[in-house]
């Protein structure tokens, strides 16, 4: 699909992964409107790579559909859907002062696995009402994944379970959409340079990046949003979940 003024929403683009990805759609073009929950900074980051941003919580149907509706106001009808919205945390099962709280592991699957559905499916429901491109596409929906669909460490139960979740969404929703000429695919980025990553010590970031083979260092958002545009641009990518992660597989902790 082309991005040149093309209608695209980002997720979770304030900051980190979703902010590079909406500028780099930005700079080729797209209409993007920025969808985030932390208002003041996705605002801030809209008006840096011009685009527009609509406070969202992708878990609430009410408020998808609220900042669906004004985005398409603004920008026109939405093809592109990059779903990079989504929180961690980490919890054993069964720790120190016992099971982990039921709300803990189910604040983690609403956010990440309930919100992309949400995006999924209030978007591509719109999408289904446009025009064909000259190659027959609708759109396109990316979601965020994780290394930790698969190989998830002591700890992460409940964003690995959220993670997989996505993943499995994947190809039934590919295959779903393929009669209307909407393409679902997803990214599990391993190791990346993000907000939370910032916030560790130095030997902390060191313990990190020597487990990954090739290159020796963590992953910057910009190469997530490079595969994003290649995976938008390329028509016969679909159903796909594809790693980023520098050949890096976790251990158990």
Do not use: W
Request: neutral net charge.
């Amino acid at each position: 699909m082309n991005l040149k003024n093309t209608a695209s929403i980002v997720t979770g683009a304030a900051s980190g992964l979703g902010a590079a990805t909406a500028e780099m759609l930005a700079a080729a073009g797209s209409r993007v409107a920025i969808l985030d929950i932390n208002e003041p900074l996705a605002r801030k980051t809209a008006d840096a790579i011009g685009a527009i941003s609509f406070p969202c919580d992708v878990s609430d149907e009410a408020s998808v559909t609220n900042a669906l509706s004004l985005a398409i106001r603004q920008n026109g009808p939405v093809r592109i859907l990059i779903n990079c919205a989504g929180v961690g945390g980490s919890a054993r099962i069964v720790g120190r002062e016992g099971p982990m709280p039921l709300e803990t592991f189910e604040r983690i699957i609403k956010v990440n696995l309930v919100g992309s559905f949400n995006m999924m499916r209030l978007v591509a429901g719109q999408m289904t009402t446009l025009e064909p491109t000259t190659e027959g596409e609708r759109g396109v929906i990316v979601s965020t994944v994780s290394v930790a669909a698969y190989e998830g460490q002591i700890g992460q139960a409940a964003y690995a379970a959220s993670k997989g979740g996505i993943a499995s969404l994947t190809l039934p929703a590919a295959r779903e959409f393929a009669q209307f000429g909407i393409r679902v695919n997803a990214i599990a980025p391993g190791l990346f340079e993000t907000p939370l990553i910032g916030e560790l010590s130095e030997e902390a970031r060191k313990s990190l990046t020597s487990s990954i083979p090739f290159p020796k260092r963590l992953g910057v958002a910009s190469e997530f949003a490079k595969l994003v545009v290649h995976i938008i641009e390329n028509t016969y990518i679909n159903g796909e979940i594809i790693r980023i992660d520098g050949a890096l597989r976790m251990q158990s902790k």
